[in-house]
């Protein structure tokens, strides 16, 4: 009996006579049937194996080119190999974040080869990040020999290493079977319904679970079409997303909240009389906190293309369950009680007006997979109770790539703990925070994002530009600290005081030191969101300010 | 003659060029700042890295041009930008 891979999941697809379609231009697809990505991969393997790299290596691949990085993905699994996948350079003038960052990487995965693009591989030979690693290019590796089977291998081994997006000091790789990734896309297309006959639309980086998974991988599983554009084309032209699930008729389709605001505020009306969106049957919404305002506004704002908000599919997953958790179908909300949530710790629906949060429903747990709220000791609460989000099942990764340590904090009696906050009712998840940025102060629990969004109202800080983070401190409470950059062309005196007095009155907690900072100082990822961690850091190692710049 | 879009055989001068950058960058620029050609984009402007591709967008469909994939990975600063625009005006590579 032959084992469940992902070359015999591609071998599969490439019998279905199906294909992925790279958009570059809305109407120019390069077509990559899965059965021409079968060949091309055997060749890719056979050069790679022809380089003596034997079965088992690290291999990262730094390919922001959509179809480079499909190809090159299937041949270093053809070969036994398995591969890392490294998020690019971003666009302008952050070459020495992506040098440290690609850095860290090789080095935490002992990568022996770096499989990337010609104009890339000058930058890694540049920062000397890359010594331990031979560069490859993929041209470099056209010419095979071809192998005539893919090498064997089964399927508790280990099929890819992903590493979380944003860690930069000691970047933690997760290691997902051959087995993860099957139950996991099995979940998913058992969960959504998933045929041969739908066709999946994603512009979300390859080197990211949502993208990798959700969407590269599930297509190919499900034998189904996929039309692929990248991240860069998206942020440039957003239309770009809707036009390809108009034109091609979509039917499944995930971003992150941010995606939705982006289409609301970047399609022009005057685009959207081309759109048909009917045939989307699967808007799925994760990867960060889903915001029913946003996804209201994005199915009104799209009601004459046919779009219908009943196809909203909030979820929740994480990399190191493959990805997918849990799915809701439609968009569903509970609105709680905002201070018997900091003081209790319980979510309970909202009465007589007092002052309430909103979240959104990320729905029930897919098949053959388990979630529970535990306490700190890891003892189930009730319903309603937040607490440590903890999940159960065959997608479950194996653990951390040589790091028994951070291993067995996260993989504990058989559960993973997510490190995320939430509660359920009813048997659906509903997602609150993160345990690792939770303020505790004389015994309250305090999440940055409202603090955040609280600051951002102060006049004269940049609305995005605000991280506040605790600093704990054994046997005493938390410091806690403000970030924030400031306007640069409206500076507003006693700007810290202002911040310390909305907090005051907004969450009753004293912040301890407030540190303003010009624009561009705090530290984001590629899609521009603020990294508290990497800010706290720097923090503690005081580079925070002393940056290349002053004011 | 005419700047604007480079249609036709007209190529817009690099000063026409740097004086539209920085218009089109002033368009994106959710507050009012100082901007000049000095200005540096993430450090002085506060652009993340989603308004820097907005930009590339912009830039792209205006002057009729295709930004490489990692063709402003060492820019900085808005007239920085301005010449690379400039280059790829005078020495088109083929739209895809």
Redesign the interface.
């Known amino acids: 009996m032959s084992e469940s891979t992902l070359f015999a999941a591609l071998e599969q697809a490439a019998c279905s006579g199906r294909s992925i379609r790279v958009l570059e231009q809305i109407d120019q697809p390069l077509v990559l049937p899965y059965e021409t990505l079968r060949r091309e991969a055997l060749v890719l393997g056979g050069a790679l194996r022809a380089r003596g790299l034997e079965p088992g290596a690290r291999v990262a691949l730094i390919l922001p080119d959509v179809a480079d990085f499909i190809r090159a993905f299937f041949g270093i699994a053809a070969a036994g190999l398995v591969p890392v996948p490294l998020f690019p350079p971003a666009q302008a003038g952050d070459l020495p974040t992506f040098t440290r960052q690609s850095g860290h990487i090789l080095d935490a995965s002992r990568a022996s080869a770096v499989l990337t693009s010609g104009d890339i591989a000058p930058l890694l030979d540049v920062s000397g990040a890359s010594s331990a690693a031979c560069i490859l290019t993929l041209d470099a590796l056209r010419d095979g020999p071809a192998l005539s089977a893919a090498v064997a291998v089964t399927s508790d081994r280990t099929a890819l290493i992903q590493f979380t997006s944003g860690s930069t000091a000691a970047p933690k790789g997760v290691m997902l079977t051959h087995g993860n990734i099957e139950a996991n896309t099995a979940a998913i297309r058992h969960n959504l319904n998933v045929r041969p006959d739908d066709v999946g639309v994603s512009w979300l980086p390859l080197y990211h679970d949502m993208g990798l998974i959700g969407m590269l991988m599930t297509a190919v599983y499900s034998t189904a079409n996929l039309v692929i554009t990248s991240p860069v084309q998206f942020l440039k032209r957003p239309t770009i997303w809707l036009e390809a699930i108009s034109k091609y008729r979509g039917t499944i389709s995930f971003a992150p909240n941010f995606a939705y605001a982006l289409c609301l505020r970047r399609v022009k009306p005057s685009q959207l009389a081309g759109l048909d969106l009917s045939s989307w049957r699967v808007a799925g919404c994760g990867a960060e906190p889903v915001r029913a305002e946003t996804l209201r506004a994005f199915a009104d704002h799209f009601a004459s293309t046919g779009f219908r908000r009943s196809v909203f599919v909030p979820s929740y997953g994480l990399a190191e369950h493959c990805l997918a958790v849990t799915f809701a179908t439609g968009l569903k909300v509970d609105v709680v009680d905002r201070a018997v949530l900091g003081r209790e710790s319980r979510a309970i629906p909202v009465v007589n007006g007092s002052p309430s949060v909103t979240v959104v429903s990320c729905g029930r747990p897919v098949a053959n997979h388990d979630v529970r709220i535990v306490d700190d000791e890891g003892h189930p609460l009730p319903e309603r109770h937040v607490g440590r989000i903890v999940t159960r099942g065959p997608s479950v990764m194996a653990g951390y790539f040589e790091n028994a340590g951070a291993t067995a904090e996260t993989l504990r009696d058989g559960w993973l703990h997510t490190g995320d906050l939430g509660y359920m009712t009813e048997g659906e998840l509903f997602v609150c925070g993160r345990t690792k940025d939770l303020i505790i102060r004389q015994g309250r629990k305090y999440h940055p994002p409202d603090l955040e969004s609280a600051i951002a109202d102060v006049q004269g800080v940049r609305p995005s530009g605000v991280v506040v983070f605790g600093i704990t401190s054994f046997n005493e409470s938390d410091t806690v600290v403000a970030v924030l950059e400031a306007r640069a062309s409206s500076p507003v005196e006693d700007i810290a005081e202002h911040v310390r007095r909305r907090v005051r009155e907004t969450a009753g907690l004293e912040i301890d030191q407030v540190i303003v900072t010009p624009p561009g100082t705090i530290p984001r990822t590629t899609s521009g969101k603020v990294r508290r961690s990497e800010t706290r850091a720097r923090f503690e190692a005081g580079t925070l300010v002393a940056g290349d710049r002053g004011p | 003659m005419r700047g604007g879009p480079a249609s036709g055989p007209a190529v817009p001068s690099h000063e026409r060029i740097e004086q539209e950058t920085i218009e089109i960058v002033r368009r994106l620029i959710r ?4 901007l000049g050609p000095d200005s ?7 652009f ?7 930009l ?2 912009e830039l ?1 469909d205006h002057f009729n041009i295709a930004v ?3 063709g ?5 600063t808005v007239s920085q ?1 301005a010449a690379e625009v400039a280059r790829l005006v005078n020495a088109p590579e083929p739209l ?1």
């Open positions: 507050r009012p700042v100082a540096e984009l993430m450090a002085d402007l506060g993340d890295s989603l308004q820097v591709l907005e590339v967008g792209e490489p994939l990692n402003l990975t060492h820019i900085r930008i895809a």
